[in-house]
Antibody, heavy 119, light 107 residues
Framework: QLQLQESGPGLVKPSETLSLTCTVS??????????WGWIRQTPGKGLEWIGN???????YYNPSLKSRVTISVDASKNQFSLTLSSVTAADTAVYYC???????????WGQGTLVTVSS | DIQMTQSPSTLSASVGDKVTITCRAS??????LAWYQQKPGKAPKLLIY???SLESGVPSRFSGSESGTEFTLTISSLQPDDFATYYC?????????FGQGTKLEIK
């Protein structure tokens, strides 16, 4: 069964860059028809879609975060990554990676990783 | 952005009850709506897609329906495992947006 696993620092300082990686196992990130996305969850704002990527490199970002977000794919490692620059306390959240089949919602999710922004 | 408004925010019910959760979209999303279940410390789990299609492996007591921009998740007979938080999500257009959640509690 497909599995996704987030990894990265759990603590990031304000104004620095948050970097997370999602490793996909028991399936190929290069499979046609599947996008790969990042979603975050905070007690205050709930679930927030960050963006999606395709194995070809095409990306779609939430306009609210677009100026600070980059999502990239490393097909050779079966991974995709999220970077969020100039973080503040408002970026403290549980970050999830997930699979997004074409014309369908997120069907497989990682377990989530808590990232705290604090000095 | 398309706003998704869920109601109620909290719902108290008993095992065996039939419950309904509503999600209203601020504009047309056709049927591009999903329902998720989330338990504490876990990722959301997909229950329903395209408003009324049951995800594989999800019990048939869960069902979804739509009427215009109003969508409904119904659990026909609550089981102990169903007490959780439920979210709707539109995937009609970017940015994808979620409802604020409905916490289903044991009465």
């Amino acid at each position: 069964q497909l599995q996704l696993q987030e990894s990265g620092p759990g603590l990031v300082k304000p104004s620095e860059t948050l970097s997370l990686t999602c490793t996909v196992s028991a399936g190929s990130i290069s499979s046609s028809g599947y996008y790969w996305g990042w979603i975050r969850q905070t007690p205050g704002k709930g679930l927030e879609w960050i963006g999606n990527c395709y194995y070809s490199g095409s990306t779609y970002y939430n306009p609210s975060l677009k100026s600070r977000v980059t999502i990239s794919v490393d097909a050779s490692k079966n991974q995709f990554s999220l970077t969020l620059s100039s973080v503040t306390a408002a970026d403290t959240a549980v970050y999830y990676c997930a699979r997004l089949p074409r014309m369908l919602p997120f069907d497989y999710w990682g377990q989530g990783t808590l990232v705290t922004v604090s000095s | 952005d398309i706003q998704m408004t869920q109601s109620p925010s909290t719902l108290s019910a008993s095992v065996g009850d039939k419950v309904t959760i509503t999600c209203r979209a601020s504009q047309s999303i056709s049927s591009w709506l999903a329902w998720y279940q989330q338990k504490p410390g876990k990722a959301p789990k997909l229950l329903i897609y395209k408003a009324s299609s049951l995800e594989s492996g999800v019990p048939s007591r869960f069902s979804g329906s739509e009427s215009g921009t109003e969508f409904t998740l119904t659990i026909s007979s609550l089981q102990p495992d169903d007490f959780a938080t439920y979210y709707c999500q539109q995937y009609n257009s970017f940015p994808y947006t979620f409802g604020q959640g409905t916490k289903l509690e044991i009465k």
